[in-house]
């Protein structure tokens, strides 16, 4: 039987082969018996154009190295149709992709270069974003968001080694120690926020913004050494968030059309505000960021920019000081692109975060009383506030903030990376050396073989584990994994730690308002982050008198 199927195949194969070189032939035979001149021209040109995507299609779908891979051929055939989903259909593409998983198995060709895999087992997540091995990133997933220098944004493994290395330091545990102060300065900040909104009876508070407001303050005031204060404003600065929103959004369309950044970069304000008043408020941050490295550069704030002991208080000083980069690396265009990656990855991700903490938290009132009393018994000590090394022993504590980084997935969108110099094996498949692979959070986080019941928001999973939950931590992937994992992983679970821990002790009588889970709650969408229902209010919350 496998002989006949064999058999088959190799026949088939034979068939698309001989077919596909007679198309070839007749083309080219064609193509020696032009005759040109000026008038035909106009008819050879568009005849030239449709004989070229035959041809590019025809290889695509059967002498590509990617053609034994199962998946449906028009995704093979052109990236239009991860267009469609995302940029049309508004953040469909993801959903779709599962859909294929469903019907072709764990291996599927989602366009004409790369492949998506869903591994029952979890463990081939491990194999793609490796610590040991050469991965690159593919250029087409990195050159959505138009910060191709940056560390984010390489390609090249080995140059992101050099970029990475620069900025190692800064992200150094014991420098995270050193900044828990000022993170419990601004946490203080947002108590006041919360009382003074509590006691002016302005209603339900809106967590994700308020949580983004808070994080981007904490994130600017680590890497920028310029906190935003955006804890001052009444309203929390609802625009900022929007403009996350908005740049998320942007990439479902830069991703295909990676000009579209320049080109709006380059436009006058009041044409790209006539396009779209958001796209604005991009175009803003962007030079905010900017004058703030042109004032690193030109020294103006050099009193402020090192510790006493000359560690510098900046990201930009951290990547100037490196002896490991070039030239190149150290201009403004570098720099102010690095400063919006971080600022991007430690505000709304962060925020999200403590919102889905707070949401499941406050639908089960029980879990909720379950941290507080650990977090009582903790602190024995009433005139002695827990640090974050303490907190990060706490075992419910730690099942709370695991789940919530599980259950809002990091970025929702897929992950690539590209093997280039060595050839992967996945189950009976045969994965050829620099084919982009990528894998998702969304999909390793809802895999019932790993996380029972994955939908579910259950601490105790971790808990409850003999190793405390460390074996299962391998399939937590909300900061990826391997030598590309999110270098501020360390920063963002402490501060995440001491947030939770803060409120949730400080405030015991908080509620739910008028927040459902289908409208609210639920992911829809996939805009490089996740996205609930376009009539979605948010969730928000009550805070009682204690």
Request: aromatic fraction near 12%; hydrophobic fraction near 40%; glycine fraction near 6%.
């Amino acid at each position: 039987m496998e002989s006949s199927l064999r058999n088959l195949s190799e026949s088939s194969s034979d068939f698309r082969l001989q077919t596909t070189s007679q198309s070839a032939n007749i083309i080219f035979s064609f193509i020696e018996n032009l005759e040109i001149t000026p008038l035909n021209l106009l008819v050879y040109i568009p005849i030239l154009y449709l004989l070229y995507i035959v041809l590019l299609v025809s290889y695509r779908l059967y002498l590509s190295p990617l053609a034994k891979f199962p998946g449906p051929k028009i995704a093979a055939a052109t990236l239009w149709t991860e267009f469609y989903y995302d940029a049309v259909l508004g953040g469909q593409f993801q959903f779709k992709v599962k859909e294929w998983h469903e019907i072709y198995g764990p291996v599927v060709r989602i366009n004409p270069f790369e492949i998506h895999i869903d591994d029952p087992k979890g463990d081939f997540y491990g194999t793609v974003f490796s610590n040991t091995g050469i991965r690159d990133k593919h250029e087409f997933y990195t050159s959505q968001f138009g910060t191709g220098k940056t560390g984010f944004g390489t390609v090249s493994h080995h140059l992101h080694r050099l970029r990475r290395k620069a900025m190692n330091p800064f992200f150094q545990p014991s420098n995270v120690l050193r900044f828990e102060p000022v993170i419990k300065a601004k946490l203080d900040k947002l108590c006041q926020r919360i009382d003074q909104y509590s006691a002016a009876k302005l209603g339900a508070m809106p967590m994700r913004i308020v949580f983004m407001s808070y994080a981007t303050d904490v994130i600017t005031s680590f890497t920028l050494n310029h906190s935003w204060n955006h804890l001052d404003a009444p309203d929390f600065n609802p625009w900022w968030w929007q403009t996350t929103q908005c740049t998320a959004k942007m990439t479902k369309w830069t991703k295909q059309f990676p000009w579209l950044l320049p080109m709006l970069q380059g436009l006058p304000d009041f044409i790209v505000k006539a396009m779209d008043p958001n796209l604005i408020l991009v175009l803003e941050m962007q030079r905010k960021i900017e004058g703030i490295v042109v004032d690193v550069l030109s020294g103006k704030d050099g009193k402020y920019a090192y510790y006493p002991d000359g560690s510098p208080r900046t990201i930009f000083h951290e990547i100037l000081k490196s002896d490991s980069l070039p030239a190149a690396d150290r201009d403004v265009e570098y720099l102010w692109q690095e400063g919006q990656n971080f600022l991007g990855a430690g505000s709304d991700t962060v925020a999200f975060v403590l919102t889905m903490a707070t949401y499941y938290l406050l639908a089960d009132t029980k879990k909720a009383e379950k941290l507080r009393e650990e977090l009582r018994v903790a602190r024995a000590d009433k005139d002695t506030e827990l640090r974050v090394v303490a907190l990060m022993k706490l075992p419910y504590l730690t099942g709370v903030v695991n789940e919530a980084l599980r259950l809002s997935y990091g970025t929702s969108c897929r992950l690539t990376r590209i093997a280039p110099t060595e050839s992967l094996n996945f189950q009976h498949w045969h994965i050829p050396a620099g084919t982009p692979i990528s894998m998702s959070s969304l999909m390793m986080h809802h895999n019932e073989n790993i996380f029972p019941q994955s939908h579910t928001f259950s601490p105790e999973r971790w808990a409850d584990q003999e190793d405390g939950g460390k074996a299962l931590e391998r399939y937590l992937v909300s900061f990826s994994k391997g030598s590309r994992q999110c270098i501020g992983m360390g920063f963002a679970k402490a501060e995440i730690y001491l947030t939770i821990a803060t409120l949730f002790s400080r405030y015991t009588n908080m509620t739910l308002y008028d927040t459902d889970y289908d409208r609210d709650v639920k992911m829809v969408s996939d805009m490089f982050f996740p996205q609930a229902s376009k009539e979605s209010r948010g969730v928000r919350v009550l805070f009682g008198e204690n």
